[in-house]
């Protein structure tokens, strides 16, 4: 037997400033399998899931390109169109089946359903009786041509993604056995038509979409039942299949499977009002961490959630700690300033704007004054439970410490998902009594553990909790909560 193994992955905000371009994805860009297996292996990620759960079987892999970005703001024509012709075009036509690792919320100019695209060239590709199976974020905004052209969809389980790894192993297994012809597929989608935040599709935590996961389980546990993905979507991606959506995939089954898609639908709409979410004014949230007697306590500052495509230099929290009565730690994403940094050097003192360089949305840039303590290259690797053994790389970057304010200032945009953000220029967290993160929810896979306290703030920024302030021009509607008559 011989398995495909391709990916594109990125999670698109059309809300965010700028276009995404080509040279974003060449960071991740890895083609064949000596360099597929020398990148993954033994990491717990998606692609060494895939690497792991054919180990050891006599099955031969068979690595096309995987490529994936940080989630930014729309991918612009030229590159989407090459990145989807590069990725499908990689697949080994001989193999008996692909296994596509996908985020699932990719949205480009001209390719509203950049994945759904993929998966049907993919199609094209390989036949119509070849098995395509494919791994989802719990993000993803599930199209019918993504459920149309797959056989099998595998949607993480946990938020924060902490089983990117497991789901990954799953799909290639499942890929496996119907390749063998032990199952066949069948699988329905249903969508509630609701939008809703990040911060309300924490998985561990009591709530809505914890309830929506153990009744998924719960199916899961009968025979009949290969797998149940539940999609939170993604907000920030003004796409006709953004928002919430149930996959239900049985083995030879299409009524259970439609059956179980629709209880699930049912739920969600039955739950609506309890995914309502609402944030605290940034003065009244920087008072309020303040007065915690025990940090760290964690400022959210979601509005600029890097994990979303937010640009990481929004300055509206900022502006209020340039003069903290406590440590404070924040990472803002600022090319100029970590030049700037590299080029005074160590112990020199720097005197300029820090942030506001995107766009007005995110704030002014803000003077600071402060000592450049450190100087580092960006590159590190997640020792967290979130994708352990990936690479990161946060360009120059340069900590800057003015009283008891530091700013690590970075060249690239890095989201908070892993404690070697911070570790890696020799910071410890536990140090600070606040730290602001550019996350929604992600960040506790690196600071969770030792937060005493959270503090969320209500910000302008193209990842904003109050979905609101967005225009939205493509979605399907009417959709819950934006028309209050759905």
Not at 234 to 251: K, L, M
Not at 253 to 276: G, H, S, T, V
Not at 283 to 299: C, H, N, S, T, W
Request: glycine content about 10%; hydrophobic content about 45%; some cysteine.
């Amino acid at each position: 037997m011989k398995i495909a193994v391709i990916g594109l992955f990125h999670e698109t905000n059309t809300f965010a400033p700028g276009l995404t371009e080509l040279e974003a994805f060449r960071a991740e860009w890895v083609l064949g399998n000596e360099a597929f297996l020398r990148r993954y292996r033994g990491t717990r990620t998606s692609m060494g899931g895939a690497i792991d759960a054919i180990d050891g079987e006599d099955i031969e892999l068979a690595c096309g390109l995987y490529t994936g970005a940080t989630p930014n703001g729309m991918v612009a024509a030229e590159a989407a169109e090459h990145l989807i012709a590069a990725v499908a075009g990689s697949v080994d036509t001989t193999s008996d089946g692909v296994l596509v690792i996908l985020h699932g919320a990719m949205a480009a100019v001209g390719f509203p359903d950049v994945e759904g695209e993929l998966l049907q060239r993919v199609r094209v590709r390989i036949g119509p009786e070849k098995p395509i199976a494919a791994t989802l974020d719990l993000h993803a905004n599930i199209s019918r041509d993504m459920a149309r052209f797959a056989n099998l969809l595998v949607g993480f389980d946990t938020y924060p993604h902490i089983d990117a790894y497991e789901r990954a192993v799953e799909a290639a297994l499942l890929l496996c056995q119907t390749i063998k012809g032990h199952i066949t597929p069948t699988l329905a989608l249903a969508k509630p038509g609701m939008l809703i935040v990040p911060q309300k599709m924490l998985t561990q935590e009591e709530g809505p979409m914890k309830a929506l996961m153990e009744r998924a389980f719960a199916m899961e546990l009968e025979p009949k039942v290969l797998n149940v993905t539940v999609a939170g979507g993604f907000p920030y991606s003004d796409v006709p299949e953004a928002g919430v959506a149930f996959v239900v995939t049985t083995d030879h089954d299409p009524a259970l499977a439609k059956r179980y898609a629709d209880e699930l639908k049912q739920m969600a709409w039955a739950y609506r009002e309890l995914f309502a979410y609402a944030d605290l004014p940034v003065e009244a949230a920087v008072a309020q961490a303040m007065a915690i007697a025990e940090g760290p306590v964690i400022l959210v500052e979601g509005s600029d959630n890097v994990g979303g495509g937010a640009p990481a230099d929004a300055t509206h929290t900022l502006v209020h700690l340039t003069h903290p009565p406590k440590r404070t730690l924040i990472v803002m994403r600022d090319e100029e300033a970590a030049a700037a940094a590299h080029t005074l050097g160590v112990g020199a003192v720097y005197d300029g704007n820090i942030g506001g360089r995107s766009d007005r949305l995110h704030g002014e840039p803000v003077p600071i004054q402060g000592i450049v303590r450190t100087l580092f290259d960006g590159k590190y690797t997640h020792v967290g439970p979130y994708m352990t053994g990936q690479r990161a790389d946060m360009g120059k970057t340069a900590i800057i410490e003015a009283g008891l304010l530091t700013v690590v200032v970075t060249e690239k945009r890095t989201p908070p998902w892993d404690p070697g953000h911070i570790l890696s220029v020799g910071l410890r967290a536990e140090d600070y009594h606040i730290i602001v993160v550019k996350s929604a929810v992600a960040w506790k896979t690196a600071f969770g553990t030792i937060a005493k306290a959270v503090v969320s703030i209500d910000t302008p920024g193209c990842c904003s909790a109050n979905l609101s302030h967005f225009e939205y021009q493509h979605l399907h509607r009417p959709i819950f909560p934006l028309d209050s008559s759905t």
